[in-house]
């Protein structure tokens, strides 16, 4: 008879008669993974721990940034970012606003505060649509008055606006003074008075800053116009016994620049090899291109993870008078804009300015507008954002030069109003009439572009049937024409009333190039500017590829190449 089941408290002699029990608990046992400490609860504390410790480094980081960017108070930026509290007069703004960017070399560089690179980002909110959004490039080298001691305008570069009000130069009015934002104010003044938009903010950052800004995002991504090489670019600080140029050079194409790349290709203005990139105004068209290049990446999922550094790049090397509210306010109008509609328009001497000769006709490299009254810019500029209805007609329009003046007046204006959203072309000369005519030849169907043209020329809208003989002939069969005639040239150089202005303190008379230099399309005389420039300009580029230099020559990837 086999002997009965031991008793249940007798715990050694059942693991001994059940022996694959007793190694089944003590396998379990010596593979656990978790101590006995860590609970579930613990466990799902840990892991919540282990992935908010980094979303609070981060957010930590961001609101420092932010803070020390925009001087606000944690507190005030904290509550924009959670939308707790972030009152913004901008953000139930109709109005359109303008924000200055200004881009100088900083200490270290010579002229620390000569802004290089002017830009205005205009902004048309729109309630319950996308808004507009216009970069509007100011070339250095444009010679204006400035006016910075409180009614007594002095003549300079307006890249000197800034310097002299950050700098503390010839500045007498107070409002110039107290604060470091001194720069900002006096340039922000200047370009008010020349384009006839007020200036609501500005930002002003150096050549570090917008070097690290780039590197910080991982570097851009930019689709190159044109190839070229500057054999004049600066090696160095002159001031620092490094006056040696270097040879850089960039391919048609799309390339990835990191942030000493992209600063180069934002400041180069010389080009042998081809002319169309040797000037400033072709740098204006680089700047806009690396800026939408960076706000691409910043907006990018990529580019959000490295907000922190990008806020730490900019944080020592930016001054701006945008508060936080103002600042989230601007971003929310902005984040959703498409860039390829985003209006890019370059004050160059294709169409307001032109270049005074040097160093044949003028002692300096200058810059001067068309019209000393600064009307027909402003005008244009007042206009910059057409009803998006008229835009989206996509009406061809051809553009006659009637003025009889031989300035190019039809190409000059087929190639301001394609930038704005017109379908524009160029018809080349016409017989010559008196006052400007804008003909629907579209049967009512384009009717809203023929509208906003009369309106912008002053006249009435006229179809073939209405029209004179002279235009029958000259109107194309579809679409809108515009026959200019001498009243616009007129309006053009200043001497008409054609187009509706409303410029600023104009009390001085404007600063133009010498009479021998200038060569208005009314063949009007003026006087030379009173004041020389405080800079020596660099020598003109050569004609043909230089000589080799004596001066270090430094060529930089990707591309080497010299002359």
Sequence with gaps: MPDPPPPFGAVGPFFMAYPQ?????????????????????R??????????????????????????????NPGAVLGCIIKVKCDSTLASSTKRINIALYGYGGTGHDGAYLTDSIMVVSIQPRPGQTAQVAEISVPRDWMEPIDAAGGKPYYGRINEAYSDGQSGGPVNAPRFKGDDHGGGKLADQTLSNVLGIPIDHFVGLDFQAFQAAVDSVGGVDVN?????????????????????????????????????????????????????????????????????????????VGGIG???????????NVITDLGIADANALYDMVKGVDSSRIVHV????????????????????YEYAHDKTYASLQHYL????????????????????????????????????????????????????????????????????????????????????TGTASTAADTTSTGVTVILGQDSERAWSGNGKSYPSNP??????????????????????????????RRTPAPPPPPTAPPPSPTPIVCLPPACHKP
């Design 224 to 300: 190159v116009p044109d190839s070229f090489t500057d054999d004049q670019y600066p090696h160095g600080e002159c001031d620092k016994g490094d006056c040696a140029y270097m040879t850089v050079h960039f391919t048609k194409g799309m390339q990835h620049m990191d942030g000493a790349r992209a600063l180069i290709f934002a400041r180069s203005r010389h080009a042998y090899d081809n002319p169309s990139e040797a000037s400033n105004f072709a740098r204006n068209r680089r700047q806009q291109l690396i800026l939408n290049a960076l706000k691409a990446k910043v907006l990018s």
């Design 306 to 316: 490295k907000l922190p550094d990008l806020l730490s790049a900019l944080g020592d």
């Design 382 to 465: 007042s206009d910059v954002f057409p009803d998006p209805a008229v835009v989206a007609e996509h009406a061809p329009v051809t553009f006659l030069d009637g003025t009889g003046a031989g300035a190019g007046a039809a190409t000059r204006w087929s190639a301001l109003m394609t930038p704005i959203g017109f379908t524009a072309t160029d018809g080349g000369p016409t017989k010559r009439t008196a006052l400007t005519q804008v003909i629907d030849g579209s049967g009512g169907k384009d009717s809203r572009t023929a509208q906003w043209l009369a309106n912008y020329f002053g006249v009435s809208v006229q179809t073939p049937a």
């Design 43 to 72: 466990l799902a504390a840990l892991i919540a721990l282990l992935i908010l410790t980094p979303l609070t480094v981060y957010g930590v980081r961001v609101v420092g940034g932010l803070s020390k960017l925009t001087g606000s």
């Design 504 to 533: 600023a303190d104009n009390s001085a008379p404007s600063a133009v190039a010498p009479a021998s230099a200038q060569q208005p399309a009314t063949g009007t005389q003026t006087q030379a500017p009173t004041q020389a420039p």
């Design 21 to 41: 029990a007793n190694a089944r608990r003590r396998r379990r046992s010596r593979y656990r993974t978790l101590p006995k400490w860590l609970s579930g609860r």
């Design 346 to 365: 370059s004050i160059d001497d294709t169409n307001f300015l032109y270049e005074c000769g040097y160093p044949q006709n003028c002692g300096a490299a």
